[in-house]
Every structure is written in C-alpha cells, then in structure tokens.
C-alpha cells in the first residue's frame, strides 16, 4: 500500500490523467447507457428485441472500427488524438440529445461505443504504457479503477439528471462535461507530468491541428447553445409552477 500512495504522489498529474480518461469514457458503457434504455425504447416505440439489436450492430461496428483507428495513437502526439477522441464523444452525446429514429440512434450507439467505451481507455492504457517502464503494472491498474469509480458514482448522477432535466438534457450536460471539463483537465494534467513521453515519430500536420480546432468549435456551440437553452426553458417552467401555486 506505501508503495502505491508513494507512486501515486510522486506521478499524480500523468495518473490522473489515465484515470480521468477512463472515467470519462464510462459515458459508452453498457452501464451507463443501460439506464437510458426504457426511455429511449418509449419515445421512439422501439422494442426490447429491437433496441438490443441496434445496440448489439452498433457495438460491433465499433469493435471492427477500433481496429483500424487504434493504431493512430501510435502516429499522433497524444494532445491532439484525446482531442479528436473527445470531439467524437461530444459530438455522439449530442446526436443522443436529438435522437428521433432507430439510425440516429444507431450512429449515437456507434460514436458512443467507439469513443467512450474504446478509444478512450485505450489512449490512457497506451499512454501508461509508454511512460512508465518499471511500475507500468502499478500504473495501469489505477488507470483502470477508473471504470469502478465510474461504475458506483455516474449511476447515482444520471438517475438526479434524469429526474430533475429528463434523459435528453442529461446527454447535453455530459457533451459539456467532456468539451468543458475533461478536455481541459486533460491537457492541463499532461503539461504538469514529467513522466509523460509522447510520440514524436510523426506529429499531427497543421492541417490537420485546423481541422480540429474549427470542428471543435462547431461541436462546443453546438452543445452550449441547446444546453442553455434547455436549461433556461427548465428554470422558466419551475417558475411559472412556483408561481401557480402561489396565487392558487
């Protein structure tokens, strides 16, 4: 146990990191998204049979897809592949927000599973890996506490979301989330590590750095601007009850 609170206080920054990656990407686990389902079954008339198919397609295409775009953590700097990766997650998150048929929710299943539930973990594994040589054991394995942390905590906070803004609006708060939080805690753990080893074999293009700021962008006003205005609506009904049971 000494041995662990010494590493953990000597290399916090660099694990933080790993662990709030993997964290974060319980937003594509089968748990997290399990307490979404009878919702989302009502409000679009799917079928148990149904809703389990697309889920079950959904997360196999993401499974063959993993396959292919795993390897670019091996090719990118890992700044800019968290990036991309947590954009995606965004950007599924807010397609679950607007979900209205059994495609979209496939594509929302799709980005969910491959980003949370895949790329994720595997850029926090990938990076513990490659920084760590002799406590690479001790490293990874308090990374991957971050799906058990999840696994306790996130239930607790939907089920409030759920019940205070619906399941809708809970899926733009978890957009903000990644875009606000996560994404800036991210970089700012990464700079604060002296443990921390990037690639430097083929660094991302310029080209590519744009690409991802401009849709970046897009992806942050598309999440803020419905968020808030769900929230303004929300806080107007509140009132509007308040007031009615005043005068009543």
Not at 108 to 136: C, D
């Amino acid at each position: 146990m000494n041995s662990y609170l010494n590493f953990i206080r000597l290399q916090w920054p660099l694990l933080s990191f790993g662990f709030l990656t993997v964290f974060i990407g319980n937003v594509g686990q089968s748990f997290f998204l399990s307490w979404f389902g009878a919702d989302i079954q009502k409000d679009l008339v799917l079928s148990a049979t149904d809703y389990g198919m697309i889920y079950a397609l959904a997360t196999l295409c993401s499974s063959m897809t993993i396959m292919f775009v795993g390897g670019l953590v091996d090719k990118w700097d890992i700044r800019p592949f968290v990036t991309v990766v947590a954009v995606l997650l965004v950007v599924a998150c807010v397609v679950m927000s607007y979900v209205v048929s059994p495609l979209m929710l496939f594509f929302a299943f799709f980005m969910l599973r491959l980003a949370g539930q895949g790329l994720l973990p595997h850029t926090a594994q990938t990076t513990m890996i490659r920084s760590y040589s002799h406590q690479r054991g001790k490293a990874i394995s308090l990374a991957s506490s971050g799906v058990a942390f999840g696994e306790v905590i996130l239930p607790i906070i939907v089920v409030l979301l759920i019940s205070w803004i619906g399941w809708r609006s809970s899926w733009l708060v978890f957009a903000s989330v990644v875009a606000f939080v996560y994404l800036p805690l991210a970089y700012i753990l990464l700079a604060k590590s002296t443990q921390f080893k990037g690639n430097t074999k083929k660094p991302i293009s310029k080209e590519m750095l744009s690409v991802i700021k401009v849709g970046g962008m897009y992806c942050l006003t598309g999440v803020f601007g419905p968020f808030c205005l769900r929230c303004w609506q929300h806080l107007l009904s509140l009132l509007a009850c308040s007031s009615n049971n005043i005068f009543c």
